[in-house]
């Protein structure tokens, strides 16, 4: 496997292990980070007691920990897709400002209203963030989130629905692009399988399908229940 293939356990043992809640082989980002967790390419039973004991009785699990062993049920199940950068036009975006912790007000205000996916009281930690305002009024943002060897996750894009058609976020998921590849890593991302306008839009880009994946939602089973 490469660091793609479990990235988010891949960046909590590796760049954001600074960041990462561990027990044994189970890791997590801080509650108001980002709800996400991970185990390793293959997970043991003891793992998955691990994670239990760093999360309590429901995870939210990112990556290939397969099937729940005995114990466990899933309760949801969102198919993602990957995308990698094959080619895509990064560029600085001259109307873009660096968003930070004075600004997360703002950020949780515009998330909650476009729902691009998790953004937290601590996300901005994870990475660079950037934003467009107009009349002093923050429109659009886009930032990084997973952080592999090699590559960072571009993520957090969204438009307040006054300002969508402009191609704000499409400027800023760009913006974002450039500054990752100055470090010499890659960009990549991840949207749902459903949104189909986002899979058509990073494909026009020139994001590149690398694999189907999943999130997926597991609730220890109370004994005696149904």
């Known amino acids: 496997m490469t660091t793609l293939d479990n990235p988010l356990h891949a960046s909590l043992t590796g760049p954001h292990a600074h960041l990462a809640q561990r027990r044994g082989n189970a890791v997590r980002y801080p509650a108001d980070m980002s709800p996400f967790m991970a185990l390793p390419d293959r997970a043991t039973a003891a793992d998955w007691a691990d994670i239990a004991a760093l999360a309590g009785e429901e995870v939210v699990l990112s990556g290939p920990q ?69 009349g002093g009024r923050l429109i659009a943002m886009a930032g ?52 189909t306008d986002a899979v058509r839009l990073y494909e026009h880009l020139g994001f590149a399908l690398r694999q189907k994946t999943e999130i997926v939602v597991a609730r220890r089973e109370t004994p005696g229940g149904p």
């Open 66 to 134: 397969g099937e729940p062993l005995a114990g466990w049920e899933v309760v949801n199940r969102l198919p993602l897709l990957q995308f990698v950068d094959d080619g895509i036009a990064a560029a600085p975006d001259e109307e873009a400002v660096r968003l930070g912790p004075a600004d997360v007000p703002e950020m949780l205000a515009l998330t909650a209203a476009t729902k691009p996916g998790p953004f937290l009281p601590r996300t901005i930690e994870m990475g660079t963030y950037l934003g467009i305002r107009r």
């Open 144 to 195: 990084e989130r997973m952080h592999p060897p090699g590559f960072t996750e571009i993520s957090g894009v969204c438009t307040d629905p006054t300002a969508r058609g402009q191609g704000l976020g499409t400027r800023l998921l760009l913006a974002i692009a450039a500054g990752i590849r100055e470090r010499g890593e890659t960009p990549f991302l991840h949207v749902l399988a459903s949104n």
